[in-house]
């Protein structure tokens, strides 16, 4: 299947107009029902609620505001050829660390010269501002004997609520799609203001959803209200009268029957910002093809912004190239690859590009012998997108995994296995229904399972090349399919095609 804009990253000045041909449709062309292309501009129809397929847009590295940057180089590190690898390197890290950061908060680049590196623990980035960057042929290896990940980037610190800030949203219904909400006291906010929009997981939406009658098993735990509340990072852009007008859009109905949701300010102390890993190949070693005591991350992330992974090709480690944890804000991993997982093929193991955070963008990625290539975890928080990745030799599903992601684009995911956004019923520890405004655009798969939870929204299939499969449970809703295995649907691909509106407006 034709690619859509590949390798353009993030700046709309940059994507090249050949990426958008669906502005001139050709005979066979197919639009959506629900995003139509009116004048060159996308034309979003609501359903009989009022949501709308949200702007997927606004995701990755500053929002998709600016190009990834190039830090200059400010260390240099060569091989030792010893097991002193990891000591010079982080010496390395810690003292660009020192460095006074610019006005745009960078310090500088650390790079490794061509060699191998035997890193028998981790690598870690704990200060904002520093990139880790490989000449061409620079390799790291992690020599641990226990799971491990190989590099860290990680602040410290978590959400806290501004004392005082918390309004109650008064709007009935606010729908999918929607920009702003109406608050009982909007004069507690500002432009620059960042938020939490709050929904609370309630007693009600959890019977409505079924999911406090998963069929019981050895360890399954039915859906309790106060761990599902989910809280949406957004930034406030305006305020007119009681409507506050948020940066990225509702992705998930905020409802009054389901004890509707409130906005408030946080901060977040000690959350680092603009760091990278740049070309690096990173390898395990590894016992056996089942072996478990090895590198289990090439690159984890956890409580950083702004931040990215460019050009990093993982083998052999037990879980994944990148996992980006709930903490993970406006991340962009680009061009990166996970080959040759080695672990037991079973839970756990082998989630090849995993987001549990939100605001995420994971593009031209590619991946082999993976079981959830592309995947979010428990509660994760839209929008995130997946698009332009391929996966192959897999072992079990791309999507939502469990316990209600909300707001996933994937968009022109090739793989030989299957998508799915289902009620995973009892598994795991009771799984439940994936996700919800989870966008299948434009995907070719060997099989597809797009249900619609009993409540609370909808998941969408659309332009899907592929078989259409029951899924694990029956008599689940069916989701909204449109024109399976049908060739031309424009635009091409959802999320470059609404990266390029932004420029018209």
């Known amino acids: 299947m034709k690619k859509i804009a590949r390798n353009a990253i993030v700046p709309v000045m940059m994507i090249g107009a050949a990426a958008f041909t669906f502005f001139a449709p050709r005979a066979k062309d197919w639009e959506s029902k629900f995003i139509k292309v009116k004048g060159g501009v996308l034309q979003y129809i609501p359903d009989e609620k009022g949501d709308i397929i949200p702007d997927f847009s606004r995701v ?3 929002y998709g505001n600016k190009p990834l940057p190039v830090l200059p180089v400010v260390k240099e590190v060569s091989p030792s050829g010893t097991d002193n690898d990891q000591d010079l390197i982080q010496a390395a890290i810690d003292e660009v660390a020192q460095r006074t950061p610019d006005r745009n908060g960078f310090r500088g680049a650390v790079l490794l010269k061509k ?9 870690r980035i704990n200060t904002g501002g520093i990139v880790l960057r490989g000449e061409e042929g620079a390799k790291l290896i992690a020599t641990a004997s226990r799971k491990i990940s190989l590099i860290r980037i990680a602040g410290k610190g978590e959400i806290s609520e501004v004392p005082g800030t918390r309004t109650a949203i008064t709007d009935a219904y ?30 009600q939406w959890i019977t409505d959803i079924k999911m406090d009658q998963i069929e019981a098993r050895n360890g399954t735990k039915q859906w309790e209200p106060a761990s599902y509340d989910l809280r949406y990072e957004r930034t406030v852009t305006r305020v007119e009268g009681k409507k506050v007008f948020l940066d990225n859009p509702v992705v998930m109905a905020m409802e009054a029957k389901y004890g509707g949701g409130a906005l408030y300010k946080y901060t977040f102390e000690g959350r680092i910002a603009e760091c990278g890993v740049e070309n690096l190949t990173c390898e395990s070693v590894f016992a056996s093809d089942t072996a478990e005591n090895h590198g289990w991350d090439a690159i984890a992330i956890e409580r950083a912004e702004h931040c990215w992974v460019k050009g990093v090709t993982a083998r052999y480690f037990g879980y994944s190239c990148v996992n980006l944890n709930r903490s993970a804000k406006n991340i962009t991993v680009v061009n990166s690859n996970c080959f040759e997982h080695k672990s037991v093929i079973t839970g756990s193991r082998r989630y090849s590009f995993n987001n549990d955070g939100q605001l995420n963008l994971f593009m031209d990625c590619h991946a082999t012998d993976g079981r959830h290539d592309y995947v979010t975890g428990a509660l994760t928080c839209g929008p995130n997108v997946f698009v332009n990745c391929t996966a192959k030799r897999t072992h079990a599903d791309i999507g939502p995994h ?36 989870q966008v299948v655009w434009n995907c070719t798969v060997k099989s597809a399972a797009i249900q619609n939870p009993w409540a609370s929204g909808k998941n969408y299939s659309i332009g899907l090349k592929g078989n259409k499969v029951e899924g694990r449970l029956k008599g689940r809703p069916d989701g909204i399919w449109e024109e399976q295995n049908e060739e031309g649907l424009q635009p091409g691909s959802l999320y470059f095609a609404q990266l390029k509106q932004r420029g018209k407006k």
């Open 60 to 62: 990755g590295y500053h």
């Open 115 to 123: 060699g191998t590196y035997k890193i028998p623990d981790n690598l």
């Open 174 to 203: 606010v729908p999918v799609g929607a920009f702003g909400v109406e608050v009982a006291d909007a004069g507690k906010f500002k432009a620059g203001d960042k938020v939490i929009l709050f929904r609370p997981g309630t007693a």
């Open 402 to 437: 469990h316990r209600w992601a909300s707001g996933t684009l994937y968009d022109n995911i090739v793989t030989d296995g299957e998508i799915n956004v289902q009620d995973r019923g009892n598994w795991g520890s009771g799984h439940g229904w994936a996700g919800v405004t």
